[in-house]
């Protein structure tokens, strides 16, 4: 079995979550995940292509239609976020002030052993790393403790990262439909958070720096301790291949974690031992770009 980081903190959260994404290969629907993970994934998106020089908007509506984002005050959130980072020339950085050089985007790797790593990184440069997150408490990932086994396995992967810049977005939360914007538009709701944005851009990029257009943090490579990290990797490979020796009783639930940060996406199956069709599938084995476990932290957050 290939783990990554996320199926790895998956196992130790919940065995029986690990079980049926892992092991049953379940997973949620598009249209069926929560609207934050949606966000979530069109963001990651849309800063890829501006990296890869790709129009965007066709894909925007796309994406759109794929998770089923009805509601015409969602759509024009996550409009507004796209067109206020441009509005504020947030430009791509294909060489940084130290001399890292950009290699790609949602770049693959794996680190061998008995249970393989893989994972992708959002952004990859001759030195260091970039990871770009869109949620509502985008000072979640700028505590070390909250990132440490994402960036420390990626920093496991290639000796040469020096740093992890983490770009951490706030998912605009500005109310409608009550009081003096009780008839607002879409139109006007998606000016007025663009507004809101390129008012206070450090409040939505966190780490914005007006005098070289970029926003983020920076974490070190030495301000994790690597070491424990291997070794956590070791004792949990082992507990996951004793588990999967035992059979399926092993991988049991841990209930304090359904809502651990936020709700399982697996509580219907858990409740009522039933997998409802018209919420989750069956997936093939195919990479993944973001895990569903690694994208509802991101919604809970």
């Not at 393989?116 to 990859?124: L, Q």
């Not at 000072?139 to 810049?165: C, M, R, W």
């Not at 070190?220 to 082992?238: K, S």
Request: hydrophobic share 35%; with cysteine; net charge negative.
């Amino acid at each position: 079995m290939i783990l990554s980081h996320s199926s790895r903190e998956s196992f130790t959260r919940c065995r029986q979550a690990f079980y049926l994404s892992r092991i049953k290969r379940i997973g949620i629907r598009s249209s069926m995940l929560p609207l934050p993970v949606k966000l979530g994934a069109i963001w990651d998106k849309y800063m890829e292509s501006r990296y890869l020089g790709i129009k965007f908007m066709d894909k925007f509506w796309s994406m759109i239609d794929e998770y089923g984002i009805e509601s015409d005050m969602d759509v024009a959130k996550i409009y507004a976020l796209i067109q206020a980072h441009r509005t504020l020339e947030i430009e791509p950085q294909y060489e940084t002030a130290d001399g890292g050089m950009f290699r790609g985007c949602q770049h693959k790797f794996e680190i061998p052993g008995e249970f393989p790593i893989i994972g992708y990184i959002d952004r990859v440069y001759s030195d260091h790393i970039v990871e770009t997150k869109l949620t509502a408490r985008p000072d979640f990932y700028f505590q070390i403790h909250n990132i440490t086994s994402q960036i420390g396995t990626y920093f496991l992967s290639n000796p040469e990262y020096k740093y992890a810049v983490i770009e951490s977005t706030r998912v605009p939360g500005l109310r409608t439909g009550a009081g003096k914007y009780s008839d607002e538009s879409p139109d006007a709701y998606r000016d007025r958070i663009i507004g809101e944005i390129i008012s206070k851009p450090s409040y939505y990029f966190l780490g914005f720096n007006r005098d070289t257009r970029t926003f983020g943090k920076k974490f070190w490579r030495n301000e994790i301790n690597l070491e424990e990290l291997t070794q956590d990797y070791f004792y949990v490979n082992q507990e996951i291949a004793r588990a999967m020796e035992d059979g399926d009783n092993a991988f049991y639930k841990n209930r304090k974690a359904c809502y651990v940060p936020g709700p399982c996406f697996y509580l219907p199956v858990c409740d009522t031992g039933c997998v409802s069709e018209g919420i989750f599938e069956v997936r093939e084995d195919k990479p993944i770009i973001k895990e569903e476990s690694e994208e509802v932290e991101d919604a809970a957050s």
